[in-house]
């Protein structure tokens, strides 16, 4: 079971930046495809990008260029490197886990707002 904790959510400015962190717990960490999701009101929740354990990347239309995920094996951790934002990313970002023998796994969330 993996338990995954968020941080790094906040108010910016349009055109700002932010980093968002994903602390996840458990020795198996490394096994697991990360992303990042988010859902903003009255929308479903999106795929921004997601880091495979083999360190492939992808990511949503939308963020491309803008938005740069990484992992750290070592400290099992993943990051969101947010720049350019805008205020049509403000949402609440959820960390994800999944591996199709372990399972798929959410964090709690964390709010971010653009906004001048």
């Known amino acids: 079971q993996v338990q995954l904790v968020e941080s790094g959510g906040g108010l910016v400015q349009p055109g700002g930046s932010l980093r968002l962190s994903c602390a996840a717990s458990?020795?198996?960490?490394?096994?697991?495809?990360m992303g990042w999701y988010r859902q903003a009101p009255g929308k479903q929740r999106e795929l921004v990008a997601a880091?495979?354990?083999?360190?492939?990347?992808n990511y949503a239309d939308s963020v491309k260029g803008r938005f740069t995920i990484s992992r750290d094996i070592a400290k099992n951790t993943v990051n969101l490197q947010m720049n350019s934002l805008k205020p049509e990313d403000t949402a609440v970002y959820f960390c994800?886990?999944?591996?199709?023998?372990?399972?798929?796994?959410w964090g709690q969330g964390t709010q971010v707002t653009v906004s001048s």
């Open positions: 880091i495979s354990n083999g360190g492939s990347t």
């Open positions: 458990g020795s198996t960490f490394r096994l697991y495809t």
């Open positions: 994800n886990a999944r591996n199709f023998a372990y399972g798929n796994y």
